[in-house]
Every structure is written in structure tokens, then in C-alpha cells.
């Protein structure tokens, strides 16, 4: 009796350990999942540098822009979620950015130029209309010079 008791002991024993055995590679094969989930989900998106930009190996195309305007393109590029890289030209004397991007993008970098552009071009139209207080100004100077005609002020008395 006593050898079936011992036997049957080490029996739940070992089931209880096998149990526990499965249990924690499960925990663990659940934890490198999340792990890897977290690291697919962690990968830079917007301005980055270009080395994190060629770091996501998908190809990288270039596009030149003038320094006018930077400030637009990064709003048009986060508008439309592309991923890029701004490097400056330090050998031209008016300041030349050349933008990386990934090569999937390429559809939305076409769009998103040609908004670029159509908005460039409304500020230059814009710069080109005369001030509305320049113009006022040259109004009040205008009517400044006009001759004014003096009234003259008499005051009777009625009785």
C-alpha cells in the first residue's frame, strides 16, 4: 500500500510539473509576440534621419527643394503620412534641401508635390498684390494735399 501511495505521489508530482512546464512556455512564446508586435508597431514615422529612413530597407528616392517653403512641405508630408529625411547642402550659398523618402511613397510624394507647388505659387501671387495699407497710406496722403475749404465761423447774436 505504502509503494502505491509513493508511486501515485510521484505521479501528481510529475504531471503538476510538466503542467507547470507547458504554462510558462506559454507565457513565455506569448511575451516574444508581444515583443515582436511591439517592434513591428515601433518604427519611425514623419521627419527622421536618413539613416533611420534607409534603416527600414525599402528603398529610398531623392527630390530637391528650394529653402523657401520647408516648413510647408514638412505640414504637406505629415498631411499625407510619408515618411522622410531632410538633409541641407551646405556648398550652395542660397540653402538646397534635398528630401529623402522611402520609394513606396512615390505616389504620395507625386501628390503631395504638386500641392506643394500649387501653394508656393499662391504665395508668390500673393506677394506680388500691393499691401491694403500701402494703399491706404497713399490714400491719406492723397487727401492730404487736397485743398481744404475754410469755414468761417460767425456767431450773431439775436435779441
Known amino acids: 500500500m505504502e509503494k502505491k501511495t509513493v508511486s501515485l505521489a510521484i505521479q501528481a508530482i510529475k504531471l503538476t510539473f510538466h503542467e507547470i512546464e507547458a504554462a510558462w512556455r506559454k507565457f513565455q512564446n506569448e511575451q516574444s509576440m508581444k ?6 508597431d515601433m518604427t519611425k514615422h ?12 525599402q528603398g529610398v528616392s531623392t527630390i530637391d527643394v528650394a529653402d523657401v517653403g520647408l516648413k510647408d512641405f514638412k505640414k504637406m508630408a505629415q498631411k499625407y503620412g510619408v515618411d522622410f529625411a531632410v538633409v541641407k547642402d ?8 534635398t528630401i529623402f523618402f522611402k520609394a513606396k511613397d512615390a505616389d504620395a510624394i507625386n501628390k503631395l508635390m504638386t500641392d506643394y507647388a500649387t501653394k508656393q505659387l499662391k504665395k508668390e501671387q500673393k506677394a506680388e498684390r500691393p499691401s491694403i495699407l500701402k494703399k491706404l497710406q497713399k490714400f491719406k496722403e492723397f487727401v492730404a494735399k487736397l485743398p481744404r475749404k475754410e469755414h468761417e465761423k460767425r456767431k450773431e447774436h439775436e435779441r
Open 35 to 40: 515583443r515582436a508586435y511591439r517592434q513591428k
Open 46 to 57: 514623419g521627419k527622421q534621419s536618413v539613416k533611420e529612413l534607409i534603416g527600414q530597407g
Open 90 to 97: 551646405k556648398n550652395v550659398d542660397p540653402p538646397k534641401y
